[in-house]
């Protein structure tokens, strides 16, 4: 299966700052990644799929790229409803797999 | 707008079987366009994907589980389910149902979670 490690495991910034994360995979995930956001008690939130396009409903502020092994999700202005949990997931190769998540905090 | 709803037992004995149902509303489950899955997550932990079913009844399990899981589905009812047998503490999670969008390859619309604990 396919390994996801995601970094840091905890990013602490304020309000307004950029975020990078990134979700690397043990073996080629193509672009079947996608990136979701958890809060504390709350079911995962779908925020980008095939690695760069955004969800329905999700601000133009995150966005995702890469391919391959390397990804990244930027949150390019850190709003207050931001600081959560957040998880890669790769569907490229069965079993489909979820990273460990980073979370941002302030 | 398609709401997904866990629902079952929140305590589970060791070594007894688990079994939740995900009631799927404002949608058709019997949709094509879409694959319908359970994904767990221990406390404090990260999310693991069990397994999924599509209408037809065709399912694809996560082969860590060691055969132990199960899901099938009831389209009359718009329900799907989880069985796992022979649980035990490692078991003990928040169960999510899911819908899984076959043209994002990502899970679009999750329900709230149901907390199952396995203890004695």
């Known amino acids: 299966e396919i390994v996801l490690t995601q970094s840091p495991a905890t990013l602490s910034l304020s309000p307004g700052e950029r975020a990078t994360l990134s979700c690397r995979a043990s073996?080629?995930?193509?672009?079947?990644l996608a990136w979701y956001q958890q809060k504390p008690g709350q079911a995962p939130r779908l925020l980008i799929y095939h690695a760069s396009k955004r969800a329905t409903g999700v601000p133009a502020r995150f966005s995702g790229s890469g391919s391959g092994t390397d990804f990244t999700l930027t949150i390019s202005s850190l709003e207050p409803e931001d600081f959560a949990v957040y998880y890669c997931?790769?569907?490229?190769?069965?079993?489909?797999?979820f990273g460990p998540g980073t979370k941002v905090e302030i | 707008q398609v709401q997904l709803q866990e629902s079952g037992p929140g305590l589970v004995k060791p070594s007894q079987t688990l079994s939740l149902t995900c009631t799927v509303s404002?949608?058709?489950?019997?949709?094509?366009?879409?694959?319908w899955s359970w994904i767990r997550q221990p406390p404090g932990k990260g999310l693991e994907w069990i397994g999924y079913i599509y209408w037809s009844g065709n399912t694809y399990y996560n082969p860590t589980l060691q055969g132990r899981s199960a899901i099938s589905i009831d389209t009359s009812k718009s329900q799907f389910y989880l069985t796992l047998s022979s649980v035990t503490a490692a078991d003990t999670a928040v169960y999510f149902c899911?819908?899984?969008?076959?043209?994002?390859?990502?899970?679009?619309?999750w329900g709230q979670g149901t907390m199952v604990t396995v203890s004695s």
């Open positions: 997931q790769q569907r490229n190769n069965w079993p489909e797999t």
């Open positions: 073996r080629s995930a193509s672009t079947y």
């Open positions: 404002g949608g058709s489950i019997t949709n094509g366009d879409y694959y």
């Open positions: 899911a819908r899984d969008r076959d043209l994002l390859h990502a899970f679009d619309i």
